[in-house]
């Protein structure tokens, strides 16, 4: 069965530093997501991504977050300058129309740390 | 006011029993309605899909949704240690949009 993948598993960065959290969506699947969920708390959106560009996005999506498709597989969340309250689980998820519904699909996550 | 509301539990049961989760919600613009499960440390998955209101059934699963009351459940058959998780409902206005999440319930089925 199809599934999304995220790379690393556990990624270990100091504040300041440059990350970049990479997903392998689903074959057919048109919509990319991003979502993190801090420790104890609630999965939350971050963005959407289709047809190459951002189509929606929350207020948590600031300026030091970015997201591209650099190729025909791979979606990628680079955050510019990590922050110590950035140290959470960054999901990957993908959907596609089938029927009218959009069942998104999420990935097993990247647990990231920020020293 | 939060946008969805869900007690975190944990909620305890027998093996066997029929469980009951709910979340309440009050943006009217939700017509998507989702239930994922999610272990520790692990990625949600999806179990239910529904869209405006009514029930559906998926094995052991029943997802309800009530929009005029703002009110969605997912009712468990026949629980089983295995299902032992936390219980994510999910929530959008539209069909390709973000997710708004309940914060779970974290569920236990005794054996």
């Known amino acids: 069965e199809p599934e999304v993948t995220q790379t690393p598993s556990h990624q270990v960065t100091q504040m300041g530093q440059e990350v970049i959290l990479r997903c392998v969506p689903i074959?057919?699947?048109?919509?990319f997501y991003w979502y993190r969920q801090i420790l104890g708390q609630k999965v939350e959106f971050l963005v959407s991504?289709?047809?190459?560009?951002?189509?929606?996005k929350s207020e948590i999506f600031d300026d030091q977050f970015s997201v591209e498709r650099p190729d025909g597989s791979n979606f990628t969340l680079k955050i510019r300058s990590t922050k110590l309250e950035d140290s959470a689980m960054y999901f990957c998820?993908?959907?596609?129309?089938?029927?009218?519904?959009?069942?998104?699909?999420f990935g097993p996550g990247t647990r990231l740390t920020v020293t | 006011q939060k946008e969805v509301e869900q007690d975190p539990g944990p909620l305890s049961v027998p093996e066997g029993a029929i469980v009951s989760l709910n979340c309440t919600y009050s943006?009217?613009?939700?017509?998507?309605f989702m239930w994922y499960r999610q272990y520790s440390r692990k990625g949600p998955e999806l179990l239910m899909y529904?869209?405006?209101?009514g029930n559906k059934e998926d094995g052991r699963f029943t997802a309800q949704v009530d929009k005029s009351s703002k009110y969605i459940s997912l009712f468990i058959r026949d629980s089983q240690p295995s299902d032992s998780a936390t219980y994510l409902c999910?929530?959008?206005?539209?069909?390709?949009?973000?997710?708004?999440f309940g914060k779970g319930t974290h569920l236990i089925i005794q054996p």
């Open positions: 991504f289709y047809n190459n560009e951002i189509s929606e």
């Open positions: 999910a929530m959008s206005g539209g069909g390709a949009d973000g997710l708004t």
């Open positions: 074959s057919n699947h048109l919509y």
């Open positions: 998820a993908s959907s596609t129309p089938t029927g009218g519904r959009y069942e998104q699909y």
């Open positions: 943006n009217s613009a939700f017509q998507y």
């Open positions: 529904t869209y405006s209101s």
